[in-house]
């Protein structure tokens, strides 16, 4: 029986690939929120960094105290990281809604990440706490989106 400090190797995978991920958001979100000039957005953009940071923190202390070394670099997925780069081009621009859209997309993997992972670890002692990532992952998705859509 799985607990949580007895975690799968399946479950501890799941979660690595979430450091990975939110770390790559967090960092993200922070180089968008450095270069647009829209102050409203540029806070957001803070503050969903900030909690991507506060849930890769998280998890890596689960991670470690299974007894594993939590990922501390970003993700390996390239579904982000040409998300972010494309990103980091478009702020450039100026352009806030294609910032917003390449948000938009970069919260899609993101999801599509704690989905993954939610369903491969049903069950999990962990699964209360990523759903609550994932609800939060999915306000801040669906907030993008909204404000993407007003700029339209």
């Known amino acids: 029986m ?11 995978e799941g979660l690595q690939d979430l450091i990975s991920i939110n770390i790559d958001s967090a960092e993200g979100f922070a180089k968008a929120a450095e270069n647009i000039e ?3 957005i540029s806070a957001y953009f803070r503050r969903c960094g900030a909690r991507r940071s506060g849930f890769a923190n998280e998890l890596k202390r ?24 494309d990103l980091r081009g478009t702020v450039q621009d100026g352009d806030e809604h294609a910032i ?14 704690y989905e993954e992972v939610l369903k491969d670890t049903t069950g999990s002692p962990l699964n209360g706490v990523l ?5 939060s992952v999915k306000q801040d998705h669906d907030t993008i989106r909204d404000m993407r859509d007003a700029r339209a």
């Open 2 to 12: 799985e607990t949580v400090n007895n975690l799968q190797k399946n479950t501890i």
């Open 38 to 40: 829209n102050k409203d």
């Open 62 to 85: 689960v991670v470690n105290y299974n007894g594993e070394d939590a990922k501390d670099s970003g993700s390996l997925k390239a579904k982000m990281h040409r998300w972010w780069v």
């Open 100 to 113: 917003l859209a390449e948000a938009e997309r970069g919260e899609d993997a993101i999801k599509g990440c």
């Open 131 to 135: 759903h609550q990532h994932y609800a």
